[in-house]
T-cell receptor
């Protein structure tokens, strides 16, 4: 079946622009996570949703980062006024529930120039 | 969540077993050991997880020491397609994972 889908695959933004990254999780998956992965590093947790509820946003690096999942399926990660340090791969993952392994998408590579 | 320590890189000959170690000396009783791998330009892929007992699935085996302070992921017959970064993670809070920098496994002919 279809896996986790992320779009766009690549995004180039000029510093100061706003960007929106989309995640389509596997159908029926309750849990949804966003991770940020800098070059040469492991993924770092950003935020977690259970259905439409954002239960943990402790990893969001600043108030420029905002995530939503209004209907408990598709999620959007928005970054306002992008900075160069925001350049990274943004990974979305979903799972059936909090006790099951995560299924990751292939990420969106964001480059801020 | 407990921290993990992995060697930065390992090499393995194709067809041989790849044994990837992980130290997690501060693991607590209710924390699981999870292994994921990440092939270049893809998202991480779940491999296996365990609590106390050794586990085996179609991809790999996981050996956890009796004191649970370390574990080894075994790929029994490594192929070129197993070349990837392998992450050992510990979690007790559902599946919120904390990744380190992992082990870059290079499988060679």
């Amino acid at each position: 079946g279809a896996g986790v889908s992320q779009s766009p695959r690549y995004k180039v933004a000029k510093r100061g622009q706003d960007v929106a990254l989309r995640c389509d999780p596997i159908s029926g998956h309750v849990s949804l996570f966003w991770y940020q992965q800098a070059l040469g590093q492991g993924p770092e947790f950003l935020t977690y949703f259970q259905n439409e509820a954002q239960l943990d946003k402790s990893g969001l690096p600043s108030d420029r980062f905002f995530a939503e999942r209004p209907e408990g399926s598709v999620s959007t990660l928005k970054i306002q006024r992008t900075q160069q340090e925001d350049s990274a791969v943004y990974l979305c993952a979903s799972s059936l529930n909090r006790e099951r392994p995560l299924h990751f998408g292939n990420g969106t590579r964001l480059t801020v120039t | 969540d407990a921290k993990t320590t992995q060697p930065p890189s390992m090499d393995c000959a194709e067809g041989r077993a790849a044994n990837l170690p992980c130290n997690h000396s501060t693991i607590s009783g209710n924390e699981y050991v999870y292994w994921y791998r990440q092939i270049h330009s893809q998202g991480p892929q779940y491999i296996i997880h365990g609590l106390k007992n050794n586990e085996t699935n179609e991809m790999a085996s996981l050996i956890i020491t009796e004191d649970r302070k370390s574990s080894t992921l075994i790929l029994p017959h490594a192929t070129l397609r197993d070349t990837a970064v392998y992450y050992c993670t510990i979690t007790g809070g559902g599946n919120k994972l904390t990744f380190g920098t992992g082990t870059q496994l290079k499988v060679e002919l």
